[in-house]
Every structure is written in C-alpha cells, then in structure tokens.
C-alpha cells in the first residue's frame, strides 16, 4: 500500500502492554474496599490517565483531586514502562523499513508522556518518530477522530485517507476511520472479543507487523 504518513498505537500496537491497562483500577478501587462494577473497564478503555482518574473520582466520590489519583494509577505502572514492557514481535523491522523509505511517523496514545519515551528510549525505538501525542496532553481520548486529525496536521498533511491508522483498539481504529483515515488493525489478544467488528471496518488487518507492507 502506499502512504504518506502513519501514525502509530503505542501500547498493543508497538509494545506489547496492554496487560498493565487491562486491570489498572483494581489495585485502585480494592485499597478502597470498593467492587468495580462489570461496566468499569468498558467505560475506562478509551480513556487516558487523567480521563480515568477523573472519571474514578466522580463516579465512586473518592475525595482527592484528579492529579493525586493519576499520580497513584502512575506509580503502579511506571515500573513496567521503566523496566518490563517488550517490543511487539517485528515492530523494530516495520519501524526501520519505513524509516528507510521516509515516511513519517508520529505516535497518538492514551498512555503518559513520560511512560512512553521511559519505554521507547529503553527499547531504542524513540529516535522513529516525529512526536508524541497524549490523550492527557489533547484533553481527548482515541474515541474523538480531532486526535487523528490534530496528529496528522502537525505532520503537515490534510488529506487524511493518505495517513494509515494502526491500532488494535476497536474504539480507536472507529474513530480514524469517522475522520476519513486509512485504518490497519495491529492483533493484540486483549483485543480477541472484538476482532469479527475490526475486521469489518479496518482497511488492513495484521496478524503482526510482519505483515506491513507500505510505498
């Protein structure tokens, strides 16, 4: 396929980390003797830290200001960003081949600054990219398609059907695809539940990122 840009998921896309966000707000809740309801972790996917922890606070009426539940969510997940998390099989080959062949990349994720570029400068993988862009930092979640856009105006292009979308997250590869973005789905098992929609929708779908092959 051919493209002018691609913007890139970091967690269950590049890196393979999506078991820290899976179950974040129970170390949270359970301090506090609350049950997370079945709906919870629906309502948290696509929101970044300080969605989460704002939401968190509201809905269970924990008196503390957003800044100090996102500090505590942090601490938790720092040291896996710091320390553990792994690259995705051939991440690194797809991140060279399109570096070889100059096409831009950026990254758009829900994740903190700071955890980001702990990970990808650990991994050796930061130098890829022309920037970052954080939900926290955009004030939206993935779920808005103006995060996209604001990603691919930043890289100078305004035709959106020619910067690939690769994502894992079924809310987030929707919301590209709203925008008028071409959209790849990167396989990631936390994922599995929705795979028969993604594939409905996504222009591309890899099983790794082996599979990416771009002009």
Known sequence: MKTDAVIFDLDGTLIDSMYIWES????????????????????????????ASEYLNQRFQIMQTTQ??????????????????QLKPYAK??????????????????????????????LHAAEYFQFILTCTE?????????????????????H?????????????LKAAKQ???????????SAQADKSEICGICDYYYHSLKELEVE
């Open 93 to 122: 080959q797809a991140l060279e081949r399109l570096a070889r062949l100059g096409i831009p990349m950026c990254i758009v994720t829900a994740s903190e600054r700071e955890h980001v570029l702990s990970a990808l400068n650990r």
């Open 138 to 158: 955009e004030g939206m979640g993935k779920d808005n398609p103006e995060i996209f856009c604001r990603a691919a105006h930043r890289m100078g292009i305004i």
């Open 179 to 189: 925008a008028g973005f071409s959209v790849g789905a990167v396989y990631d098992s």
């Open 68 to 85: 100090q539940t996102m500090a505590e969510i942090a601490d938790q997940v720092a040291e896996e960003y710091d320390f553990n998390v």
């Open 24 to 51: 974040f707000e129970l170390p949270f809740l359970q301090k506090r003797g609350i049950v997370p309801p079945a709906d919870l972790r629906s309502k948290l996917r696509p929101m970044g830290l300080a969605q």
């Open 160 to 172: 959106y059907h020619k910067v690939l979308v690769l994502d894992d997250a079924l809310y987030a």
